[in-house]
């Protein structure tokens, strides 16, 4: 993330060179959002995008950004002058920093609507993805192993996936949906989310009371994947773990207890009493002079 932001920096500072922002809005990972904001003077808001970076990334971009924070005549990275944190209370980490909290607006990527993807039949529907950025050469293997591991239980199975890999799974039975699917408009209706632990993917979750089965790959995404399993909301399975059995032992888990319903209903209803971002822009506006 460090050199993906010192790539753009060049490119973000002749843009604002030629047209000054008053304000600088960027993601938890957006790093040059800071560099950019300290470099004119204007106050730099941070954006989370999901339940909490750890810690260890910022400062690993910190260094990698040495050279531009010294050519820019800064000593560190800039802190925010506001942080907006999408996060609900409950599950922020103990030491997450002070923050505007404001609820989560579950997206998707813009496509076609079928009206099969507002109800369901009988059997309960279970969704499956590994996120939106999944290619043949980024996370495919992930993609594949859930739905394969998956496929064989008796239930509404959905996969979600970028349509131009959907050639590149595994033979599934043919009444599965493969391919691009909104999981704004889905998510409602689910019984159960599978997935990568992808921040968006757990949000949305949440955001409409949705139990989850979550693998989280990555390392740093392991902490507010047990932060949400602690709740009782959801069951987490480490990398190594994540076997047909324990996948399929750990869907009957969630699906078969009310609980687990109950304490992401709960979950739910705190995401919806936070602010809505109309309600937050007016933080960020009184920030401009």
């Known amino acids: 993330m460090g050199r993906f932001a010192a790539g753009s920096l060049d490119g973000l500072l002749e843009l604002t060179a030629a047209w000054r922002p008053d304000v600088v809005v960027g993601g938890a990972l957006s790093f040059s959002a800071g560099l950019v ?19 260890m990334i910022d400062l690993a971009a910190a260094a990698e950004l040495a050279p531009e924070l010294q050519r820019l005549g800064l000593r560190s990275m800039p802190e925010p002058d506001l942080f907006i944190d999408v996060c609900p209370p409950s599950l922020r980490r103990a030491d997450a920093q ?7 607006i579950p997206i998707s990527t813009q496509g076609a609507v079928e009206p099969w993807m507002y109800a369901k039949g009988e059997r309960r529907r279970v969704l499956v993805t590994a996120g939106s950025r999944v290619t043949p050469e980024f996370d495919l293997d992930i993609l594949s192993g859930l739905a394969e591991k998956v496929s064989s239980l008796d239930m509404e199975l959905l996969i979600a996936a970028p349509q131009k890999v959907v050639s590149e799974l595994p033979h599934l039975p ?18 159960l989310l599978v ?11 949440m955001a409409n009371g949705v139990p989850q089965v979550v693998v989280p790959y990555l390392p740093y995404v392991v902490d ?3 932060r949400l399993r602690d709740s009782g909301a959801a069951e987490m399975l480490l990398p ?23 304490k992401a ?10 602010p809505t971002p109309a309600a937050v822009l007016g933080k960020v506006e ?4």
């Open 286 to 289: 009184s920030l401009v002079g």
């Open 174 to 191: 043919e009444e599965i949906r493969v391919g691009w699917l909104p999981l704004d408009v889905l998510a409602p209706t689910c019984d």
């Open 195 to 205: 997935h990568h632990a992808g921040g968006n993917t757990m949000l949305t979750g």
């Open 240 to 262: 190594g773990e994540d076997s047909p059995e324990n996948i399929a032992d750990a869907r009957e888990r969630v699906l078969d207890d009310p609980e687990y319903t109950r």
């Open 37 to 55: 904001a300290a470099h004119l003077g204007v106050p730099f808001v941070q954006h989370a995008v999901d339940m909490g970076e750890p810690r």
């Open 265 to 274: 209903a709960e979950i739910r209803t705190e995401m919806r009493s936070l």
């Open 98 to 104: 002070p923050a505007e909290l404001m609820r989560y």
């Open 224 to 226: 507010y994947s047990t």
